[in-house]
């Protein structure tokens, strides 16, 4: 069966430290990732996006990785804030028409 | 960037009475949303493919007469629950892309909170 898996329920890292979230899916063949944030009692926000063909993208403090070969996508967050503070979706998106979520990771920077 | 409201943002109703969740999409046209279910501490479930001008496309499992969905405009998509009852208390998320498909970015609604009781 097809499966998204984001590696924990929750991670917690100190301030200034680089958050490293990490999103594997089985039975996809997917053509693009993407990365979402989502705070509580809020809809997910895009955050970026990479193609299959792509192997890495970055956006200010964050990047993201794709290997699928290893069917896994990296989100790294460096120079982390409390303000990063979220829960993080990866979703993937086999084609046009359908777009599939992970359950997320809840991330916690401590000051 | 392209902004997504949704309306309630919650709402608590008795069982058996029918809500009415509307998404606009504020200033984009969108031919197609998307509509999904998320409960407490689990991810983001799609249930169907709102498009304008013609009917909506289900998810397996969902129910299409209890969950009436209504592309009334290129900015409106309504979702309605019918017949309410505590098992659909949920978080309800709309979402627009820009071009239509899920490879490009999703704009999400706020989210409505539904309770039934």
């Known amino acids: 069966s097809q499966k998204i898996e984001q590696n924990s329920e929750a991670l917690n890292i100190q301030e200034g430290k680089t958050a490293t979230l990490t999103c594997n899916y089985t039975n996809y063949s997917p053509a693009y990732l993407q990365w979402y944030r989502q705070d509580p009692g809020r809809g997910p926000v895009f955050l970026l996006l990479?193609?299959?063909?792509?192997k890495e993208k970055r956006k200010e403090r964050l990047k993201v990785t794709f290997d699928t070969t290893l069917k896994q996508s990296l989100f790294h967050i460096t120079a982390s804030q409390p303000a990063d503070s979220a829960t993080y979706l990866c979703?993937?998106?086999?084609?046009?028409?359908?777009?599939?979520f992970g359950t997320g990771t809840r991330l916690t920077v401590i000051p | 960037g392209a902004v997504v409201s949704q309306h309630p943002s919650w709402v608590i109703c008795k069982s058996g009475t029918s809500v009415k969740i509307e998404c606009r999409s504020l200033d984009f046209q969108a031919t197609t949303m998307f509509w999904y279910r998320q409960f407490p501490k689990q991810s983001l479930m799609l249930m169907a493919t709102s498009n304008e001008g013609s009917k909506a496309t289900y998810e397996q499992g969902v129910e299409k007469d209890k969950f009436l969905i209504n592309h009334a405009s290129l900015t409106l998509s309504t979702l309605t629950v019918t017949s309410a009852h505590p098992e659909d208390s949920s978080f309800y998320i709309c979402?627009?892309?820009?071009?239509?498909?899920?490879?490009?970015?999703?704009?999400f609604g706020p989210g409505t909170r539904l309770t039934v009781l």
């Open positions: 990479i193609r299959e063909n792509e």
């Open positions: 979703a993937l998106a086999p084609g046009a028409n359908n777009l599939f």
């Open positions: 979402s627009a892309p820009l071009s239509g498909t899920y490879t490009d970015t999703q704009y």
